[in-house]
């Protein structure tokens, strides 16, 4: 079974920075994208950023571009999102997502609270 775990999030002045952490587990991953969502009150989840496991490439939502840093580490199956010049505005839930290729397996985490302070 797919697990995906998020850590990281938290309170944060606006201008800081936060490094979400979604560890993985429960199969291999080289054949998902693994993504960041988040989702702020009132609003519907969005896209943030994404990752292909094997390759490396990355895709970003134009409202982070510059700010945020998807990575990843094969060893410890994890994938990180840095985020750098925080705004009150990214204040949300952040959600790691795996989607596997040419599939309809779809996983998300459980969410991770950050909040950005003016």
């Known amino acids: 079974q797919v697990q995906l775990v998020e850590s990281g999030g938290g309170l944060v002045q606006a201008g800081g920075s936060l490094r979400l952490s979604c560890a993985a587990s429960?199969?291999?991953?080289?054949?998902?994208?693994m993504g960041w969502f988040r989702q702020a009150p009132g609003k519907e989840r969005e896209f943030v950023a994404t990752?292909?496991?094997?390759?490396?490439?990355?895709a970003y939502a134009d409202s982070v571009k510059g700010r945020f840093t998807i990575s990843k580490d094969n060893a410890k199956n994890t994938v990180y999102l840095q985020m750098n010049s925080l705004k009150p505005e990214d204040t949300a839930v952040y959600y790691c997502?795996?989607?596997?290729?040419?599939?309809?397996?779809?996983?998300w985490g459980q969410g991770t609270q950050v909040t950005v302070s003016s």
């Open positions: 997502n795996a989607k596997a290729q040419h599939t309809i397996l779809n996983y």
């Open positions: 429960g199969r291999t991953f080289s054949r998902y994208v």
């Open positions: 990752i292909n496991w094997t390759g490396g490439s990355t």
